[in-house]
């Protein structure tokens, strides 16, 4: 089992920035990928940023050149980070914290509110 814990969210101006951190900690295998997912209102739920067990990065077509997904920590606990810069208000959404491993381990937080507003 896999606990991940997020933090970071917030109110920030349009322009501004925001960095979330998300703590994994339990049965986290060698082999992984750990990412963030964003949900808007009344939208699905869509990639941001991924990184994965050897640190291919991958961001979602919204977000390219603004956010910047990194990871640090060992086998027992591993924190990621998503630096967010130059937020817009579409960019307001609930940010979850991904980890998926072998044998089908999927995790998720609980999630953290980002809002962009002036």
């Known amino acids: 089992q896999v606990q991940l814990v997020e933090s970071g969210g917030g109110l920030v101006q349009p322009g501004g920035s925001l960095r979330l951190s998300c703590e994994a900690s339990?049965?986290?295998?060698?082999?992984?990928?750990m990412a963030w997912h964003r949900q808007a209102p009344g939208k699905q739920r869509e990639l941001v940023a991924s990184?994965?067990?050897?640190?291919?990065?991958?961001?979602g077509d919204a977000v390219k050149g603004r956010f910047t997904i990194s990871i640090s920590g060992d086998n027992a606990k591993k924190t990621i980070g998503l630096q967010m810069n130059s937020l817009q208000p579409e960019d307001t959404a609930v940010y979850y914290c991904?980890?998926?491993?072998?044998?089908?381990?999927?995790?998720w937080g609980q999630g953290t509110l980002v809002t962009v507003s002036s």
């Open positions: 339990g049965s986290l295998s060698k082999l992984y990928v």
């Open positions: 990184i994965s067990h050897f640190g291919h990065t991958s961001y």
């Open positions: 991904r980890f998926s491993g072998v044998g089908g381990v999927d995790s």
